[in-house]
């Protein structure tokens, strides 16, 4: 009887690299949701932080508890002097607004801002508008960017 030896080879040969792929593409996957996770995180943080403090100037995207709630999502300190958690994000990435609940339509719009002052918004939402652009690396494939867009809305407790 002949030898299959050559046959065995042969039908590795052409497995294996579909394996590696695949296996490459799995952690790259996980990579990608670890980053989406990560991002989320840091977005729920600033909108946490801006939304508990007091006397916050919604429609001054330069207001002190603005940049420190900003400052930190990124690097965990308020003046940003540690190390960012994720590189290439910066805080011009990080959009926010603010919105109010109007009872009578029963929906949530943009805050009026001639209100500043007399009554607060109802909601901080914190976002990266523009995406945090992360590109896969897949052998033998070539892949464009997936812009990660995490957004968040919390309710506004300060005055």
Request: proline share 8%; net charge neutral.
């Amino acid at each position: 009887m002949r030898s299959r030896r050559g046959n065995s080879i042969l039908e590795a040969a052409l497995f294996i690299p579909v394996l590696v792929t695949l296996m490459v593409a799995m952690e790259q996957i996980g990579k990608l949701t670890y980053t989406y996770f990560t991002l989320k995180k840091m977005v729920y943080s600033a909108a946490r932080y801006i939304g508990t403090q007091q006397g916050v100037n919604m429609c001054d995207s330069s207001d002190p508890n603005i940049v420190a709630g900003i400052n930190f999502a990124l690097t965990g300190t308020t003046d940003a002097t540690g190390a960012p958690f994720i590189p290439n994000l910066t805080a011009d990435m990080l959009h926010v607004t603010a919105e109010s609940f109007d009872p009578v339509a029963g929906t949530a719009g943009p805050y009026d801002c001639s209100l500043a002052g007399v009554k607060g918004p109802d909601y901080v939402i914190v976002s990266i508008q523009d995406g945090y652009n992360v590109t896969p690396i897949i052998p033998f494939l070539t892949l464009t960017p997936i812009p990660l867009k995490p957004r968040i809305k919390v309710p506004y407790g300060g005055t």
